[in-house]
């Protein structure tokens, strides 16, 4: 069982940086972690993915050059860093567990667990 908790969600302005985390209550290291996004009235998509050993990362091409997933194993927590904020970006953020290696593309029907998100909105 894991449980997963994210944090670092606020109000921004456009151009701004925020950093997200995700702190695991058990050992992630077996699973590729997520992070997905909800903006009202839309569904869920994909953001970023990272393999267990952080090694390989796959963005949505919306965010690619602006976020970067990253982990750290030890600490058993993800991180999204997200500069150049748009207002597009604001949504709820989620951080998601997967069991097994890096899927692409990712869905989130494939996940195994799910955080309860974070808000982040960007104001024009």
């Known amino acids: 069982q894991v449980q997963l908790v994210e944090s670092g969600g606020g109000l921004v302005q456009a151009g701004a940086s925020l950093r997200l985390s995700c702190a695991a209550s058990?050992?992630?290291?077996?699973?590729?972690m997520n992070w997905f996004r909800q903006a009202p009235g839309k569904e869920r998509e994909f953001v970023a993915t990272i393999s267990r050993s952080g090694g390989a990362t796959y963005y949505a091409d919306s965010v690619k050059g602006r976020f970067t997933i990253s982990r750290d194993n030890a600490k058993n927590t993800v991180y999204l860093q997200m500069n150049s904020l748009k207002p597009e970006d604001t949504a709820v953020y989620y951080c998601?567990?997967?069991?097994?290696?890096?899927?692409?593309?990712?869905?989130?029907?494939?996940?195994?667990?799910w955080g309860k998100g974070t808000l982040v909105t960007v104001s024009s």
């Open positions: 998601a567990a997967a069991q097994g290696g890096i899927r692409i593309p990712t869905y989130a029907v494939g996940m195994d667990y």
């Open positions: 058990g050992r992630t290291f077996n699973y590729a």
